[in-house]
């Protein structure tokens, strides 16, 4: 009944405490103004700009959603998504449901439509993975927790369910043996590019963030 449906959150996710929350948006912001600066990506500028346009300000082209920062684990849409009734009975979604965990950040990707940091689960944490979060990725062999990330950006007229997307779209062509192209070695980390604006920073030191596995009424 309608009573059950509003008992159900909108989605569940591990939400980073507020120290993390300013590290992340720092790295990210940091990230963002030396990428649009670099040759290789002005090359490849028409990606983001579809015209001949010679810059484009990435802080202003991304617009933060103004949530707290988060990594979904299940959008449940207050019951009517696929598998939400089952993902709150699961005796570890309730056992851990307010417990404090820690985040492995471990990179960073741009697209033209999301920026994002992609997120490498425990096996603590997967327990409280959904076993369908992959399975719109078109390579249906990619492992559990591939889609896990924290959404830092839109573009206009973008939804935040698209980082997801966008990661399981880099994460399947890796998987399908391309390696991508190496751009340069970066203070933060590796940056490949993969075609199709899609860019991606390999961490060298992951950031580790706290955060609460709870969940949102929206
Ligand atoms: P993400 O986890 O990639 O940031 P909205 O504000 O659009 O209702 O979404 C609320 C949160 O739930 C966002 O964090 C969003 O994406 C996530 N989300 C929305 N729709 C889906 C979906 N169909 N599958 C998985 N996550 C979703």
Redesign the pocket.
């Known amino acids: 009944g309608p009573l059950e449906e509003m008992s159900l959150p909108?989605?569940f996710?591990w939400f980073l405490l507020s120290s993390a929350r300013d590290k992340v948006r720092c790295t990210s912001m940091d990230f963002l103004k030396t990428l649009d600066t670099l040759d290789a990506f002005k090359k490849h500028l028409s990606d983001f700009t579809g015209k001949a346009e010679k810059e484009v300000d990435l802080e202003q082209y991304f617009q933060s959603?103004g949530?707290l920062l988060?990594?979904?684990t299940?959008?449940c849409?207050y019951g009517k998504?696929e598998g939400a009734k089952e993902y709150v009975q699961n005796p570890t979604v309730k056992d851990l449901y307010g417990s404090a965990f820690e985040l492995s950040l471990s990179a960073l990707f741009v697209t033209p439509r999301?920026v994002?940091a992609r997120v490498s689960l425990t096996e603590e944490q997967l327990l409280l993975w959904p076993a369908d979060?992959e399975k719109e990725s078109e390579s249906a062999s990619l492992p559990r927790g591939s889609?896990a990330?924290?959404?830092l950006g839109c573009a206009e007229n973008v939804?935040?369910?698209?980082?997801?997307v966008d990661l399981l779209e880099i994460l399947a062509l890796q998987q399908e043996g391309q390696r991508g192209e190496l751009i340069e070695e970066m203070e933060l980390g590796s940056l490949t590019y993969y075609g199709e604006g899609r860019w991606l920073l390999t961490l060298r030191e992951p950031i580790c963030s706290p955060a609460c596995f709870s969940s949102?009424y929206?």
């Open positions: 909108l989605f996710g959603k949530t988060h990594c979904t299940k959008f849409n998504a999301t994002g979060a889609r990330h924290i959404t939804e935040p369910v698209q980082t997801g949102v929206g």
